[in-house]
């Protein structure tokens, strides 16, 4: 069965089997390159995924917000409107309750939703699976109650969602990945302004693989904080000899110039931070001219730099990138995400994909013990009715 039927069968059978109810779904994302670039201000190069999260959906009259995971069936419940606040026991729950709290403080139209969720990325896997269920819900709040919310309104309502209610200090490219993505596109995103391109993402003789490491991301958010506070120190150090309003705008001359005012580690996140965001440029004009051979070493080089200078990829990425790396039928190969688990993208020859599942799984039982997943996607459309 479609993720389509399959989340109608499961709002019919779990929430109510009357009829009326519409289905929406949200993209996962990857981010091609351009990596802990958006919280400084730099280019980043996400699309979103033929993966993501479904959602069908009723208004109801009971003042209650009954809400279903096929995904974590046994935490289905019934929340009073007026109880949205964030409680650690509703788990994903706070995902939705915190983007229909935001919604319902914009206007005065409020109501009750039947809404039944079943995604079909892996959660915790760096996919963006919290970006989609928030903007899931942000669209299907906008086309119930009619609220002419813009597109770019839902993702920064999200990101805020994210950041204060949630308490995950995240940048801006989940979000606007998982809401402007466009079939086939990649989005080339100022995060400094939020102007975008979509790029066409055609990648002719390759395929896009994802690998999931299936390591958990331990740490996850401790370390993002660190590497961004490290980030915004550098900055300041930096300030107090050349003006830039942040670190993607601090030349790599007056990095090496400046150098002795940074502790090593700040001069390794700048260094990277500066770098990656060049290869983000280059990157993106070698996709326009479809050099995706040029492409692919360029991710291979993001990911180094994100392995030594930027210190976020750990055992079971490196095993992962590196070993793909080297497979004659692969043209680039790095981590997507925040990092410190989660998953791996590589550009696959279209005629040796199973090759590549069955050797580069193989190396990676051994060399990690842990059992690797596979995921062919492709570049879609952004969250909506379907
Ligand atoms: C996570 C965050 C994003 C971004 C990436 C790293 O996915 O949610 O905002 O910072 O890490 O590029």
Not at 11 to 33: A, W, Y
């Amino acid at each position: 069965m479609e993720g389509k039927d399959l989340v109608l069968k499961y709002f019919r059978d779990n929430i109510t089997s009357t009829s009326g109810e519409k289905i929406f779904f949200s993209p996962g994302r990857v981010n091609l390159i351009g990596e802990h670039i958006d919280y400084n201000g730099g280019l980043v190069f996400p699309c979103a995924i033929d993966k993501g999260i479904y959602g069908c959906v009723k208004k109801n009259s009971t003042g209650k917000l009954n809400l279903f995971s096929a995904n974590f069936p046994s935490t289905k419940c019934s929340i009073k409107l007026d109880e949205l606040e964030y409680d650690e026991k509703h788990e994903w729950m706070n995902y939705p309750k915190g983007v229909l709290k935001s919604i319902f403080e914009l206007t005065d139209q409020k109501s009750g939703f039947d809404i039944a969720y079943y995604g079909d990325i892996p959660n915790g896997a760096g996919l963006s699976s919290s970006a989609s269920i928030e903007l899931l819900t942000a669209v299907i709040a906008n086309a119930f109650l009619g609220l002419n919310l813009s597109m770019l309104d839902m993702v920064k309502l999200s990101r805020d969602v994210e950041n204060k209610y949630i308490g995950v200090n995240c940048g801006i490219m989940d979000q606007f990945a998982v809401g402007f993505g466009k079939k086939d596109k990649a989005i080339l995103l100022n995060c400094e302004t939020l102007e975008f391109d979509h790029v066409p993402f055609e990648l002719n003789e390759w395929t896009l693989i994802i690998t999931n490491s299936n390591k958990r991301r331990e740490l996850a958010d401790s370390k993002y904080n660190e590497r961004r506070s490290e980030c915004e120190s550098a900055l300041k150090m930096l300030n107090t000899q050349i003006d830039a309003e942040n670190l993607c705008k601090v030349s790599e001359s007056d990095l090496e110039k400046h150098k002795n005012l940074l502790t090593e580690n700040e001069y390794r996140r700048a260094f990277h931070v500066i770098s990656e965001n060049r290869r983000t440029i280059y990157a993106a004009e070698a996709l326009k001219k479809g050099d995706i051979r040029l492409f692919g070493r360029l991710m291979n080089s993001s990911h180094i730099s994100l392995k030594d200078n930027y210190m976020v990829t750990g055992k079971e990425l490196d095993s992962l990138a590196l070993n793909a790396q080297k497979m004659d039928c692969v043209c680039g190969s790095r981590m997507t995400g925040a990092g410190f688990g989660g998953a791996v993208i590589s550009l696959v020859q279209n005629s040796s994909i199973d090759l590549f599942k069955n050797e580069l799984g193989q190396i990676y039982e051994k060399e990690c013990s842990l059992s690797a997943d596979f995921y062919t996607v492709k570049a879609s459309d952004g969250a909506g009715e379907i």
